[in-house]
């Protein structure tokens, strides 16, 4: 008898148990479930105020989608910029402070009729480690630590150019491409100049100022103006020299701060005054009427106008060349279409990006426990004419791809890009054309290094204060 009461006890115990694990597994899986709730109403909440197609978002989505897929649900077919992510505070940490890199940029190409790769460096940063050692724009870097990098492992290996790191490369000597003795590079917290590269050519009667600039930025932290001022002295002294052509290199330039990017256009543009619109910006009409109402950004904050500066080299020139690639976006493609209406814009190289919107940084500031953050579309801007018919990309009038396997040195006449352009100005040969030579050209990067700082300058310049302010306003 006391067995079988025994045997009971243990029985109940046993149902009582599992009774409570299941009980806490539907807490848990409520819990979860509370958090996708709450997790795609302040998305809804915030598409819904913000985003550009708000009219267009569907009045009832199905909520039980995962946040991405949810988010994905509300964007319009045209939308090609909306994002969002799960580990955002991570992200936001990324930005604080300066990159810790050894100083180089590169693509990422597959090596044909096979499975690995290689990273062509694109330019070497002045003052960076990398610049100190002996590695050059248009190393090929095969081995990174003694990995070989393949379709399989790049990404993983490529993470590790972020310590210090050991690179096993080729240099092209004339003929092949040799070994060049192992290198290794030490990775520090560098802040990059966006004013790479200027110089003067005198051809044919020509002066032509060449600038090659990589970023919009005012300066290395958030009020410093510090490359701002650097630009106009490098345009002052192009104005002292007489300029008469002017070749802007923004083939690198996947955009940055609008500010800096007035500040390069009041430096170029003909026949401007304060009066002058460079560029116009169309929010949805509920955020457009909040925009009009809030006396601390008021009509105004619509438009930006060019500045006047001593240092401008427009009245000089009858047009300005752009050189492009393939990153080449968002305050690049801006500045090219608000010089437009004021002076003929010739480009060469590839086809832009097509990035004629802009984005808001958006995160759960009230709720630490939403770890989310989303980057939607809110704005499209138009230039004084109300042009903004670059979606597509901006097409070059003169067209190359810039993917030759051999690169020549970053202001080098005979450096492809750049001879194209020379070559138009003056009308006639320039150099020994030994950048046209050299038949091998490369396919399709798989990988560019400056799109991940162009997704963390995106973030960076995103973070309006004064915009998030109109929503919280509303909430309150």
Same mark, same amino acid.
């Given at each position: 008898?006391?067995?079988?009461?025994?045997?009971?006890?243990?029985?109940?115990?046993?149902?009582?148990?599992?009774?409570?694990?299941?009980?806490?597994?539907?807490?848990?899986?409520?819990?979860?479930?509370?958090?996708?709730?709450?997790?795609?109403?302040?998305?809804?909440?915030?598409?819904?105020?913000?985003?550009?197609?708000?009219?267009?978002?569907?009045?009832?989505?199905?909520?039980?989608?995962?946040?991405?897929?949810?988010?994905?649900?509300?964007?319009?077919?045209?939308?090609?910029?909306?994002?969002?992510?799960?580990?955002?505070?991570?992200?936001?940490?990324?930005?604080?402070?300066?990159?810790?890199?050894?100083?180089?940029?590169?693509?990422?190409?597959?090596?044909?009729?096979?499975?690995?790769?290689?990273?062509?460096?694109?330019?070497?940063?002045?003052?960076?480690?990398?610049?100190?050692?002996?590695?050059?724009?248009?190393?090929?870097?095969?081995?990174?630590?003694?990995?070989?990098?393949?379709?399989?492992?790049?990404?993983?290996?490529?993470?590790?150019?972020?310590?210090?790191?050991?690179?096993?490369?080729?240099?092209?000597?004339?003929?092949?491409?040799?070994?060049?003795?192992?290198?290794?590079?030490?990775?520090?917290?560098?802040?990059?100049?966006?004013?790479?590269?200027?110089?003067?050519?005198?051809?044919?009667?020509?002066?032509?100022?060449?600038?090659?600039?990589?970023?919009?930025?005012?300066?290395?932290?958030?009020?410093?103006?510090?490359?701002?001022?650097?630009?106009?002295?490098?345009?002052?002294?192009?104005?002292?020299?007489?300029?008469?052509?002017?070749?802007?290199?923004?083939?690198?330039?996947?955009?940055?701060?609008?500010?800096?990017?007035?500040?390069?256009?009041?430096?170029?543009?003909?026949?401007?005054?304060?009066?002058?619109?460079?560029? =116009?910006?169309?929010y949805n009409d509920q955020v457009e009427d909040a925009i009009v109402k809030e006396p601390t950004l008021g009509p105004g904050f619509l438009v930006s106008k060019?500045?006047?500066?001593?240092?401008?080299?427009?009245?000089?020139?009858?047009?300005?060349?752009?050189?492009?690639?393939?990153?080449?976006?968002?305050?690049?493609?801006?500045?090219?279409?608000?010089? =437009?209406?004021?002076?003929?814009?010739?480009?060469?190289?590839?086809?832009?990006?097509?990035?004629?919107?802009?984005?808001?940084?958006?995160?759960?500031?009230?709720? =630490?426990?939403?770890?989310?953050?989303?980057?939607?579309?809110?704005?499209?801007?138009?230039?004084?004419?109300?042009?903004?018919?670059?979606?597509?990309?901006?097409?070059?009038?003169?067209?190359?791809?810039?993917?030759?396997?051999?690169?020549?040195?970053?202001g080098n006449v005979e450096e492809r890009l750049l001879n194209l352009a020379l070559e138009d100005i003056v009308g006639a040969p320039v150099g020994g054309r030994?950048?046209?030579?050299?038949?091998?050209?490369?396919?399709?990067?798989?990988?560019?290094?400056?799109?991940?700082?162009?997704?963390?300058?995106?973030?960076?310049?995103? =973070?309006?204060?004064?915009?998030?302010?109109?929503?919280?306003?509303?909430?309150?």
């Amino acid at each position: 008898m006391k067995n079988l009461m025994r045997a009971c006890n243990y029985f109940f115990s046993a149902l009582i148990l599992v009774s409570l694990i299941a009980l806490q597994a539907c807490k848990d899986k409520d819990s979860v479930e509370a958090d996708k709730s709450y997790v795609n109403r302040w998305i809804y909440d915030n598409m819904e105020f913000w985003y550009y197609w708000n009219t267009q978002i569907p009045s009832n989505p199905n909520r039980k989608l995962e946040p991405p897929d949810f988010f994905a649900s509300l964007l319009v077919a045209e939308d090609k910029f909306s994002w969002i992510q799960d580990d955002y505070e991570d992200l936001i940490k990324s930005l604080q402070g300066i990159t810790k890199e050894a100083g180089y940029e590169y693509k990422l190409y597959r090596k044909q009729g096979t499975n690995d790769v290689f990273m062509q460096v694109m330019y070497v940063k002045p003052g960076s480690p990398a610049s100190s050692v002996d590695l050059l724009r248009g190393d090929i870097i095969e081995k990174v630590n003694g990995i070989q990098m393949t379709l399989d492992n790049y990404r993983s290996v490529i993470e590790l150019i972020s310590e210090n790191h050991t690179i096993s490369y080729k240099r092209y000597n004339g003929s092949s491409f040799q070994d060049k003795p192992n290198l290794t590079l030490t990775t520090v917290e560098f802040s990059e100049n966006p004013n790479f590269y200027h110089t003067i050519y005198n051809i044919e009667g020509r002066k032509i100022g060449y600038f090659i600039y990589n970023f919009f930025a005012n300066g290395p932290s958030g009020t410093s103006q510090i490359y701002n001022t650097e630009m106009d002295q490098i345009f002052t002294g192009f104005q002292t020299a007489g300029i008469t052509d002017l070749i802007i290199d923004l083939r690198f330039n996947s955009g940055g701060t609008e500010s800096a990017t007035v500040n390069l256009a009041s430096l170029v543009a003909k026949g401007i005054d304060n009066n002058s619109i460079f560029t =116009k910006r169309e929010y949805n009409d509920q955020v457009e009427d909040a925009i009009v109402k809030e006396p601390t950004l008021g009509p105004g904050f619509l438009v930006s106008k060019f500045v006047i500066k001593t240092q401008n080299v427009g009245a000089s020139l009858s047009k300005v060349y752009i050189l492009t690639g393939s990153r080449t976006a968002s305050a690049s493609e801006l500045l090219i279409n608000g010089l =437009k209406p004021f002076m003929e814009v010739k480009i060469v190289g590839d086809t832009t990006v097509g990035k004629n919107m802009g984005s808001i940084t958006i995160t759960d500031d009230d709720n =630490k426990k939403n770890k989310w953050g989303m980057q939607p579309i809110i704005v499209k801007s138009y230039n004084s004419l109300d042009q903004s018919d670059y979606s597509n990309g901006f097409k070059p009038d003169i067209a190359d791809k810039d993917n030759d396997l051999v690169l020549l040195p970053l202001g080098n006449v005979e450096e492809r890009l750049l001879n194209l352009a020379l070559e138009d100005i003056v009308g006639a040969p320039v150099g020994g054309r030994i950048s046209r030579s050299f038949g091998e050209k490369l396919s399709r990067p798989i990988l560019h290094s400056t799109d991940i700082k162009a997704k963390q300058r995106e973030v960076r310049e995103g =973070k309006d204060e004064r915009l998030l302010r109109l929503f919280k306003s509303l909430q309150e």
